[in-house]
């Protein structure tokens, strides 16, 4: 994953941490159906560089359903 800011190599995998010790921010979007719900917990990526923080998801795909 390349820095939006500087194009460097960001750091990825990194835990995201909020208030309260919350593992985490879960994202999900409702679909059709009762079991089509999907979700999925964000992830950082830190650019080591100019210090620019991106989240993202692993199961981007099952978004786009
Ligand atoms: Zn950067």
Same mark, same amino acid.
């Given at each position: 994953?390349?820095?939006?800011?500087?194009?460097?190599?960001?750091?990825? *995998?990194?835990?995201?941490?909020?208030?309260?010790?919350?593992?985490? /921010?879960? /994202?999900?979007?409702?679909?059709?159906?009762?079991?089509?719900?999907?979700?999925?917990?964000?992830?950082?990526?830190?650019?080591?560089?100019?210090?620019?923080?991106?989240?993202? /998801? *692993?199961?981007?795909?099952?978004?786009?359903?």
């Amino acid at each position: 994953m390349k820095c939006n800011q500087c194009q460097s190599e960001m750091v990825e *995998d990194c835990k995201v941490n909020v208030e309260f010790d919350t593992p985490g /921010i879960t /994202i999900s979007k409702k679909g059709k159906g009762l079991f089509n719900k999907v979700s999925a917990k964000s992830k950082a990526a830190v650019c080591s560089n100019c210090g620019y923080v991106a989240f993202y /998801i *692993d199961k981007y795909k099952e978004f786009s359903k």
